[in-house]
């Protein structure tokens, strides 16, 4: 999968990555770091929560999916990414979720400014063992064409 | 600014951060955990790619601006996020860049299904010591209304 140029994306191809699980202390990690609310970082306040129990930041969730995403060697040649248009946090991601991430190509555009590189819009999506769609996303993502 | 609930919210209100320096450190860190793309976590690679140097991941910017924000305790009667409807990277943020962070209210509804919540609609953005925005995200949180 590794090594792939804007050329080798066409509309309908998805990317599916390997599996990882979630642990209660990457949860509190990352929240304490960068979204300290309390239903991401403190067990007994996260009880009285909505969510009934610690649950991930939805930033973190998007990290791990990307992070998920990047694995499986697609964006090897991504040169940036002007934004997402949409994202949805669909379920909450909480301790001992085991997820993958999925990328599926919705359009693709060459540029019209440099001849080097495209345009590929991805929906992302994050998955849990329970088979729940937990996060998705629909984004850009700029790629270097091959090499002439 | 603490203890803010849904009524408190008015259209047009901003609510603006104090400042944070980011570090290459902290851009290497989260990166290699995270987006472990060459522009975000080698910095002889990162001279060669089209940005000329290290930059922060997008992902990592986004955490840094919520970070930022969640500082001014306008959210401490958040009760989650549903999602992003817009999110634009409109420059590197790179090391030693000096962020703030703002949320002005676009939008309030009270929930037709709980009493006691409503969404507000924000724009969120982070901006550098040169007065750049770097990062512009719309996105919606559910705040809990005033305890009767």
């Given at each position: 999968?590794?090594?792939?140029?804007?050329?080798?994306?066409?509309?309908?191809?998805?990317?599916?990555?390997?599996?990882?699980?979630?642990?209660?202390?990457?949860?509190?990690?990352?929240?304490t770091q960068y979204d300290p609310q309390p239903f991401h970082?403190?067990?007994?306040?996260?009880?009285?929560?909505?969510?009934?129990?610690?649950?991930?930041?939805?930033?973190?969730?998007?990290?791990?999916?990307?992070?998920?995403?990047?694995?499986?060697?697609?964006?090897?040649?991504?040169?940036?990414?002007?934004?997402?248009?949409?994202?949805?946090?669909?379920?909450?991601?909480?301790?001992?979720?085991?997820?993958?991430?999925?990328?599926?190509?919705?359009?693709?555009?060459?540029?019209?400014?440099?001849?080097?590189?495209?345009?590929?819009?991805?929906?992302?999506?994050?998955?849990?063992?329970?088979?729940?769609?937990?996060?998705?996303?629909?984004?850009?993502?700029?790629?270097?064409?091959?090499?002439?």
């Amino acid at each position: 999968m590794a090594g792939l140029y804007f050329e080798d994306f066409k509309v309908g191809d998805t990317y599916k990555s390997t599996r990882m699980t979630v642990t209660e202390s990457q949860i509190i990690d990352f929240a304490t770091q960068y979204d300290p609310q309390p239903f991401h970082t403190n067990i007994e306040a996260a009880k009285e929560s909505i969510f009934g129990g610690l649950v991930a930041s939805g930033i973190h969730t998007v990290a791990l999916a990307f992070r998920l995403f990047f694995m499986t060697g697609a964006l090897e040649n991504n040169l940036g990414s002007p934004g997402f248009d949409e994202l949805r946090w669909l379920k909450p991601v909480r301790p001992g979720d085991t997820l993958f991430a999925v990328g599926e190509v919705m359009e693709t555009t060459p540029s019209k400014k440099h001849d080097d590189r495209g345009t590929v819009r991805f929906r992302y999506s994050s998955h849990n063992q329970k088979g729940e769609m937990v996060l998705s996303v629909i984004g850009k993502q700029i790629l270097k064409k091959k090499p002439i």
